[in-house]
């Protein structure tokens, strides 16, 4: 495996799991915010419990308190009023004001024949309530209701139930009437009135409906039976079951009877137990009181409007936890709630406690962890990326190293096998005198070619170490091209070209220079031009200086192939040649033109490529001249 894929596989291979452990993360907070989701659902379940719990509790509380009335406070000790004089020991019931509790706006009675009675004093005319009150029980929502209530009086001939329910207690004060009436002694006989005290059984409403079959007649009965199932039902669903199945009796409440109205031992009255009734949108409390095959309906109006609104709220701001309070909505608007729950299952169906979704949804930190992740994900895509890039890089450098090794080991090869060979033939005496001169040639050629060659190599080396310091001093360039060129003159000659044309100033070019660095430049420039212009020899090599400016130009030229344009600048790296079918075979290693830009910018020059007019190449060096370079800047 190449090192890049390694190091890319390296970068994957740390990339990966960053990625999967970020992807974990993410997944984690999701499912955390599920988690809480659900968690808030079963808490609001739970707040809702609890408040229908505390609703449920309200309603059996007033249930209870309603049930343990007796008989008397729902419709008796007051009638008739006008027989009742100021100052009168009289028995007004608890329920003739204003109702103590406001869930309920009024107390009803509806008397064996069907009569409707209120609680509430009836002035001439009528109390403004007691018409209200009136006029709802017996409106077409408390037909049922009413039908409830059965017979009208004692059958004939039964003695001890001479009584009717409907008499019960107005005989007492028919007594108390009479004894008024005219009589002067009126209020010492008042005193005397004796009220009966009624004492209660229980009895189950399948003992009222059976007592009701017998004593109703029949269209009352017809239209009483879905009334009886509705009561029944609500029994056996609802947690008012407390009432004993068996009808077993009940210890009897207190009545509210004032002390000095004189009481006596009345007959027991049966009372089914009292339950919620609802009539049309009409919420009631009610129970059938029967005595001597007569029953009465009694019974409270619960205030509707205030169950939903006071009542509710103050139990909502009792129970309800502050981060889970609902607001009350009508059910069948209800879909806008995070959660809705209707308050009490059978009473108020219609109502329903509406949790609102919570204003911040939990884990509102999914962008910010989705922009993380991003984030990551750029970052890793990034990182990969300048890894592939610098693997990719190191790849070539490698391969570029190899080129060069095997570049120079082949250089080293070809002038070394020369030396031996020529060496051992002068040994054994195998060169013809007249062929010694060639052979010293070719001797100091070869080791000429060799040490530029390892001269080359090392000073790449020092200068890559930073070992190298160019020792600058002001020199005439012109005369050192002069004396190079001269120097190189044979060597020109052997590759087979014409003598180098020189272009040199009049005037000496002085610049600040290395004289063994401006020599490896233009020894390397001319050696490349031979070496690539070598198809063109007959064209001859150009050289020239000149000055432009505050620098001094050195040309090169050749008309070669030249160097292509993509190349020109890749050229002056380091073990880069230029990929061509021709140069396949031309010795080299990619290090003199890097030798030849590193030397030039070591003066504070800079080195080039660029076509040569009319074809060939042109390697430029720029100097500063020494004028230009001492100026301050
Ligand atoms: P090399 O040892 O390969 O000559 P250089 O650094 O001297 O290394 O040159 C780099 C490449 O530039 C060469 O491989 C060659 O392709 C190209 N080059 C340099 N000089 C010339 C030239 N005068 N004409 C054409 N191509 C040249």
Excluded at 534 to 553: C, M, P, T, Y
Aim: charged share 25%; hydrophobic share 45%.
């Amino acid at each position: 495996m190449s090192p890049a894929r390694r190091t890319l596989a390296l970068g994957l291979g740390v990339a990966a799991p960053t990625l999967a452990l970020a992807l974990g993360w993410l997944l984690a907070g999701l499912r955390e915010r599920a988690m809480l989701a659900e968690q808030r659902r079963g808490e609001l379940v739970q707040a809702a419990e609890l408040l229908r719990a505390a609703v449920r509790e309200s309603l059996e509380e007033l249930r209870r308190r309603e049930d343990a009335r007796p008989f008397e406070h729902y419709g008796r000790f007051y009638r008739p009023p006008e027989v009742l004089a100021l100052g009168e020991a009289v028995a007004l019931s608890p329920l003739a004001g204003e109702p103590d509790d406001p869930r309920i706006s009024a107390y009803f009675q509806i008397d064996p024949d069907g009569r409707v009675r209120t609680p509430y004093a009836t002035e001439p005319g009528g109390s403004p309530r007691a018409v209200a009150v009136e006029a709802t029980v017996a409106g077409p929502e408390f037909a049922p209701l009413r039908a409830l209530s059965f017979g009208s009086g004692a059958p004939a001939g039964d003695p001890s139930l001479t009584v009717a329910l409907n008499d019960l207690g107005n005989a007492a004060y028919r007594d108390l009437a009479d004894a008024r009436r005219g009589d002067a002694l009126a209020a010492e006989r008042a005193q005397k009135v004796r009220l009966p005290q009624t004492s209660r059984n229980l009895v189950t409403w399948d003992a009222i409906q059976s007592q009701q079959a017998q004593n109703a007649p029949p269209p009352q009965q017809a239209s009483a039976e879905p009334v009886f199932e509705a009561i029944q039902q609500q029994y056996a669903a609802g947690p008012q079951g407390h009432v004993s199945a068996d009808g077993s009796q009940r210890p009897l409440p207190k009545a509210h009877v004032p002390e000095d109205i004189p009481q006596e031992a009345g007959p027991s009255l049966d009372y089914s137990p009292m339950t919620y009734l609802r009539l049309g949108r009409t919420v009631v409390l009610q129970r059938v009181v029967s005595h001597a095959g007569a029953g009465s309906v009694q019974g409270a109006v619960l205030d509707e409007g205030r169950l939903a609104g006071e009542w509710l709220a103050a139990l909502v701001a009792r129970h309800a936890l502050p981060e889970a309070t609902p607001t009350i909505a009508a059910t069948s608007a209800a879909e806008a709630c995070a959660l809705a729950r209707p308050v009490h299952d059978e009473v108020l169906p219609d109502l329903a406690f509406c949790f609102p979704a919570p204003a911040a949804p939990p884990g509102g930190s999914l962008v910010l962890q989705l922009g993380v992740l991003l984030g990551l994900g750029g970052v890793v895509a990034a990182a990969l990326v300048a890894i592939a890039r610098a693997a990719r890089r190191s790849d070539e450098l490698s391969a570029q190293k190899t080129a060069f090794v095997s570049a120079v080991s082949h250089e080293l090869r070809t002038p070394l096998t020369t030396l031996r060979m020529h060496a051992e033939m002068l040994q054994e005496g195998l060169v013809a005198p007249e062929r010694l001169p060639v052979f010293y040639d070719d001797l100091a050629h070869e080791s000429v070619r060799l040490s530029r060659l390892v001269e080359n190599v090392l000073a790449v080396a020092q200068l890559e170490e930073g070992r190298r310091v160019l020792q600058l001093r002001p020199g005439d360039l012109a005369a050192q091209i002069r004396d190079i060129v001269d120097d190189q003159a044979r060597h020109v000659e052997r590759r087979g070209f014409p003598p180098v044309e020189l272009a040199l100033p009049d005037e000496p070019v002085v610049v600040r220079c290395d004289p063994q660095a401006i020599e490896q430049i233009l020894v390397n420039l001319l050696d490349n031009a031979l070496k690539y212009a070598a198809d063109q020899r007959a064209a001859g090599l150009r050289v020239a200086l000149e000055v432009e400016g505050d620098q001094a130009v050195l040309r090169v030229q050749d008309r070669g192939p030249g160097i292509p344009e993509a190349d020109r600048d890749r050229v002056f790296d380091r073990f880069y040649r230029v990929a061509r079918e021709r140069d396949a075979h031309t010795p080299g290693t990619g290090l003199g033109l890097a030798l030849v830009r590193e030397l030039a910018r070591g003066h504070g020059g800079e080195a080039v490529a660029l076509a040569r007019p009319g074809g060939g190449a042109e390697l430029q060096v720029r100097f500063p001249l020494a004028s230009a370079a001492a100026r301050p800047t």
